[in-house]
């Protein structure tokens, strides 16, 4: 159900907002815990001062699930409504979503969205029913920033804590401060003063791909390398997977015994070396003992550039949705360095 708010404004001022659930929408439940409960309709109608801007906010409710799970053909499902609000005039799009995915989420719509409409993901780290609750001061500088023309054409955004973060390098960085979303090593685009966007900068590096279905079909691992690590995960992982994202230690490491299985992998499918460091780039030309960075790569490993675990396999599995081979991949992964 879409519900429109402040009706009666001109549609260039639209700004559609889609709830996926979430805490944002969240509320205690009988049997203990909270739980997705509220649509986008209440989300929208629980916060101050947006009825008194100059924008009418329309509310759908497209999903009410925690953002773990969430799949693939959810995203192909958000990422058509949102160029479809476009399509329809909306002139900035704004996602409700759980936060422990949102980084996720916002990466794959930057990379299947390609309008210049702002498309801006937010979320809460405290329920509507706690004391302190985030969610509403989230979704009013959400809309600030979807409806602002500083905000066209960067990709897309997430803000929270009235701080907007490109959707390639923002991540969560804390299970439960109100502070959670940090861009390591390079910050936030901007930030939302007295509810106004200032934006300083841009994220997105302007690869666009096919929101294709087949993108739930393709199974991309992702496995973390650690001290001591055996490769028995690896070595499980037979043939099961499409695609791997190595997340390796330090600027791109794995143990030495471990070079054959992944040089393995390797040679059968594309194989993605990113860092479980948490910022900085994967290293090319540093370290030449067997295991490192220049080792891997030698032996076809896909370099991640600046993209973490999780992007590197959200963009992984885009490529390989549409069919794309190892080499276009490796071109595609280039493009993040
Ligand atoms: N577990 C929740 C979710 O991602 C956390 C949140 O929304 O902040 O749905």
Same mark, same amino acid.
């Given at each position: 159900?879409?519900?429109?708010?402040?009706?009666?404004?001109?549609?260039?001022?639209?700004?559609?907002?889609?709830?996926?659930?979430?805490?944002?929408?969240? @509320?205690?439940?009988?049997?203990?815990?909270?739980? $997705? &409960? %509220? #649509?986008?309709? *209440? +989300? !929208? =109608?629980?916060?101050?001062?947006?009825?008194?801007?100059?924008?009418?906010?329309? @509310?759908?409710?497209?999903?009410?699930?925690?953002? $773990? &799970? %969430? #799949?693939?053909? *959810? +995203? !192909? =499902?958000?990422?058509?409504?949102?160029?479809?609000?476009?399509?329809?005039?909306? @002139?900035?799009?704004?996602?409700?979503?759980?936060?422990?995915?949102?980084?996720?989420?916002?990466?794959?719509?930057?990379?299947?969205?390609?309008?210049?409409?702002?498309?801006?993901?937010?979320?809460?780290?405290?329920?509507?029913?706690?004391?302190?609750?985030?969610?509403?001061?989230?979704?009013?500088?959400?809309?600030?920033?979807?409806?602002?023309?500083?905000?066209?054409?960067?990709?897309?955004?997430?803000?929270?804590?009235?701080?907007?973060?490109?959707?390639?390098?923002?991540?969560?960085?804390?299970?439960?401060?109100?502070?959670?979303?940090?861009?390591?090593?390079?910050?936030?685009?901007?930030?939302?003063?007295?509810?106004?966007?200032?934006?300083?900068?841009?994220?997105?590096?302007?690869?666009?791909?096919?929101?294709?279905?087949?993108?739930?079909?393709?199974?991309?691992?992702?496995?973390?390398?650690?001290?001591?690590?055996?490769?028995?995960?690896?070595?499980?992982?037979?043939?099961?997977?499409?695609?791997?994202?190595?997340?390796?230690?330090?600027?791109?490491?794995?143990?030495?015994?471990?070079?054959?299985?992944?040089?393995?992998?390797?040679?059968?499918?594309?194989?993605?070396?990113?860092?479980?460091?948490?910022?900085?780039?994967?290293?090319?030309?540093?370290?030449?003992?067997?295991?490192?960075?220049?080792?891997?790569?030698?032996?076809?490993?896909?370099?991640?550039?600046?993209?973490?675990?999780?992007?590197?396999?959200?963009?992984?599995?885009?490529?390989?949705?549409?069919?794309?081979?190892?080499?276009?991949?490796?071109?595609?992964?280039?493009?993040?360095?």
């Amino acid at each position: 159900m879409t519900t429109s708010f402040n009706s009666g404004e001109a549609d260039t001022r639209r700004v559609a907002v889609i709830g996926m659930g979430g805490t944002i929408a969240m @509320a205690p439940s009988a049997s203990g815990g909270i739980v $997705p &409960s %509220l #649509g986008a309709g *209440d +989300l !929208v =109608a629980s916060v101050p001062g947006l009825a008194d801007l100059d924008v009418t906010v329309t @509310a759908t409710t497209l999903r009410s699930l925690p953002s $773990p &799970s %969430l #799949g693939f053909a *959810d +995203l !192909v =499902a958000l990422s058509d409504r949102v160029r479809a609000e476009i399509a329809a005039g909306a @002139a900035g799009v704004v996602i409700t979503h759980g936060t422990d995915t949102i980084e996720e989420t916002a990466f794959f719509l930057d990379l299947t969205v390609p309008e210049a409409a702002p498309v801006v993901v937010t979320g809460a780290m405290r329920h509507p029913e706690a004391a302190g609750a985030d969610g509403p001061a989230n979704l009013y500088a959400a809309v600030r920033v979807a409806s602002s023309p500083a905000a066209r054409g960067l990709g897309c955004l997430v803000v929270m804590s009235d701080e907007v973060h490109g959707a390639r390098f923002v991540r969560k960085s804390h299970t439960s401060s109100t502070g959670a979303f940090v861009s390591p090593g390079f910050g936030p685009l901007g930030l939302v003063v007295e509810g106004d966007p200032r934006i300083r900068g841009a994220a997105r590096v302007g690869l666009t791909l096919p929101a294709d279905p087949r993108v739930s079909e393709r199974r991309v691992g992702m496995v973390t390398m650690a001290l001591g690590d055996d490769g028995t995960l690896l070595r499980l992982a037979g043939d099961a997977f499409d695609g791997l994202v190595i997340a390796g230690l330090g600027a791109g490491h794995v143990p030495a015994d471990l070079v054959p299985l992944v040089a393995e992998h390797a040679a059968r499918v594309p194989v993605v070396l990113s860092t479980r460091t948490g910022a900085g780039s994967v290293l090319r030309q540093t370290y030449g003992y067997p295991g490192s960075e220049r080792d891997l790569l030698e032996r076809g490993l896909i370099h991640s550039g600046f993209l973490d675990p999780a992007k590197a396999r959200i963009l992984l599995q885009l490529l390989l949705a549409t069919g794309e081979s190892t080499a276009g991949i490796a071109a595609a992964f280039e493009r993040f360095r």
